[in-house]
C-alpha cells in the first residue's frame, strides 16, 4: 500500500523557516516524481514545488521561488521541504504528493501537514 | 502562466441526476488536464487524467472529456459519497488548478 507521511509543521513566526518532510512507503521512491501541494485555510488547492525521481529537474511556483526548496533523498524514501523567509500568507496544509507515470498529475497523496505563520 | 477557469463555483443536484463542471484554459493544454475529488477534511483524489482516461478504482460513472482549451467532468447519475471539491489541474505548462467546484446533494 502506498503510504505518504508529512511531517515538520507546526507554528512560526514571519521571517522564520521550518522544514517539512515525506516519509514514502508501499512503492519504489526512487522511481518518482515528487511534488508539494499546499492549501490554504478554507481555500483550494496551490501547486508549490517538483522534483524529478533523480532529482535532476526541479520547479517551484513563483510564490515560493527563492524561499522554498524542495529535496529528496532516495537512500531513505523521504522529501522534503525547506521554507524560509516565511510569511503569513504561507499559511496552509501542505501535501506531499506522487506524480502519476504521466508525469504531471498526482495518484497518491499524504494527509497533509500544517504550517502557520504567524507572530 | 496558464490560469484554470472552473465552473460552476458550486452546484446541488440530486440523487441519480446527471453533473457537468467545466474547466477553461487559458490556453491550448493538449489534454494535459486532470480531474481530482476532494471531500472535507481529506485529501484530494485523483480521478480522471488525460482528459478522458478513469484513474484505477474510480467508478465508472464519472468521465471527462475535452480538448484543445476546453475540458469537462460529468457524474452519471449522482451519489450520496459524490459530495465535494472538485478541481481540474493542467500540467501543459508547468502546474496549475482550478478553483474548484463544490457539489452538494439537493
Known amino acids: 500500500e502506498v503510504q505518504l507521511v508529512e511531517s515538520g509543521g507546526g507554528l512560526v513566526q514571519p521571517g522564520r523557516s521550518l522544514k517539512l518532510s515525506c516519509l514514502a512507503s508501499?512503492?519504489?521512491?526512487?522511481?518518482?516524481?515528487m511534488n508539494w501541494i499546499r492549501q490554504a485555510p478554507g481555500k483550494g488547492l496551490e501547486w508549490v514545488a517538483s522534483?524529478?525521481?533523480?532529482?535532476?529537474?526541479?520547479y517551484y511556483a513563483d510564490t515560493v521561488k527563492g524561499r522554498f526548496t524542495i529535496s529528496r533523498d532516495n537512500a531513505k524514501n523521504t522529501l522534503y521541504l525547506q521554507m524560509t523567509s516565511l510569511r503569513s500568507e504561507d499559511t496552509a496544509l501542505y501535501y506531499c504528493?506522487?506524480?502519476?507515470?504521466?508525469?504531471?498529475?498526482?495518484?497518491?497523496w499524504g494527509q497533509g501537514v500544517m504550517v502557520t505563520v504567524s507572530s | 502562466d496558464i490560469q484554470m477557469t472552473q465552473s460552476p463555483a458550486s452546484l446541488s443536484a440530486s440523487l441519480g441526476e446527471t453533473v457537468s463542471i467545466e474547466c477553461l484554459a487559458s490556453?491550448?493544454?493538449?489534454?494535459?488536464l486532470a480531474w481530482y475529488q476532494q471531500k472535507p477534511g481529506k485529501s484530494p483524489q485523483l480521478l480522471i487524467y488525460?482528459?478522458?482516461s478513469l484513474q484505477d478504482g474510480v467508478p465508472s460513472r464519472f468521465s471527462g472529456s475535452g480538448s484543445g482549451t476546453q475540458y469537462s467532468l460529468k457524474i452519471s447519475g449522482m451519489q450520496p459519497e459524490d459530495e465535494g471539491v472538485y478541481y481540474c489541474?493542467?500540467?501543459?505548462?508547468?502546474?496549475?488548478f482550478g478553483s474548484g467546484t463544490k457539489l452538494e446533494i439537493k
Open positions: 504528493a506522487r506524480h502519476r507515470d504521466s508525469g504531471y498529475c498526482f495518484d497518491y
Open positions: 508501499g512503492f519504489t521512491f526512487s522511481n518518482y516524481g
Open positions: 522534483i524529478s525521481s533523480s532529482s535532476s529537474y526541479i
Open positions: 490556453e491550448g493544454i493538449s489534454n494535459s
Open positions: 488525460g482528459a478522458s
Open positions: 489541474q493542467q500540467g501543459y505548462k508547468y502546474l496549475t
